[in-house]
């Protein structure tokens, strides 16, 4: 099956630990991106790559660094840095990137992972 | 700033009746329109894409339309069913990919 998953489904950690959040796709998409999602609010991007090894700051970037070193795998870092960690983290890929003008920008997404910090 | 509106109170339609959700912007001239589907605790579904140079887009029991002069799009789901209850985003892209409204959460009622 082809597609895109993400683990942990849930994770909790302790204030002031790093945690990273694994994405794998077997799609041979191209782009990669990282959003995250609160209650009553949009998806917002916090990274994305469009090629292995370059990634671009999205909206919200501080307080998380990400890596590209495989074309498959896009993990996140949410650093103690991030005043507010507990979210609902999305990750998503395509065959190209948007600004690529590709034919098909529609974003396939993982199932997510639920990090709570306390 | 770029804004996207969706209805952000539940909308309520009894079954068999035609859903129409609304996706209003601002400050943005998309080149493209997308819209998703999404499911509690899970991640968004791509449903149906339409081009600013389109101005309706079927997809089975779905329609898009997509008015540039009103910055509008509207989805509607013909003959709806208690399975099409779920939160529904329309998404912008243009050269800085793509941007997500917060979505219209349905409920299809038996």
């Known amino acids: 099956d082809g597609g895109i998953t993400q683990s942990p489904k849930y994770l909790f950690r302790k204030e002031g630990q790093n945690v990273t959040l694994s994405c794998e796709q077997n799609?041979?998409?191209?782009?990669m991106y990282w959003y995250r999602q609160d209650p009553g609010q949009g998806l917002r991007l916090i990274y994305y790559s469009q090629i292995v090894n370059d990634f671009q700051k999205g909206d919200i970037a501080e307080g998380y660094s990400v890596s590209r070193e495989k074309k498959e795998s896009f993990p996140l870092t949410v650093t103690s840095a991030q005043k507010n960690p507990t979210a609902f983290y999305l990750c998503?890929?395509?065959?190209?990137?948007?600004?690529?003008?590709?034919?098909?920008?529609?974003?396939?997404f993982g199932p997510g992972t639920r990090l709570t910090v306390t | 700033s770029q804004k996207i509106e969706q209805n952000s109170e539940a909308l309520n339609i009894q079954e068999g009746k035609t859903a129409t959700l609304t996706c209003n912007y601002t400050n943005y001239s998309p080149a493209y329109l997308q819209w998703y589907r999404q499911d509690p605790g899970r991640g968004p579904v791509f449903l149906l894409l339409i081009r600013e140079n389109e101005k309706e887009k079927r997809k089975e029991r779905l329609k898009v339309t997509f008015d540039t002069t009103l910055k509008q799009s509207l989805f509607h789901i013909t003959a709806s069913q208690p399975a099409d209850s779920a939160t529904y985003l329309c998404?912008?892209?243009?050269?800085?990919?793509?941007?997500f409204g917060k979505g219209t959460h349905l409920i299809i009622q038996p």
């Open positions: 799609l041979n998409h191209d782009a």
């Open positions: 998404a912008l892209g243009g050269a800085d990919g793509l941007t």
């Open positions: 998503a890929s395509s065959l190209v990137l948007a600004l690529a003008g590709g034919n098909s920008y529609e974003q396939y």
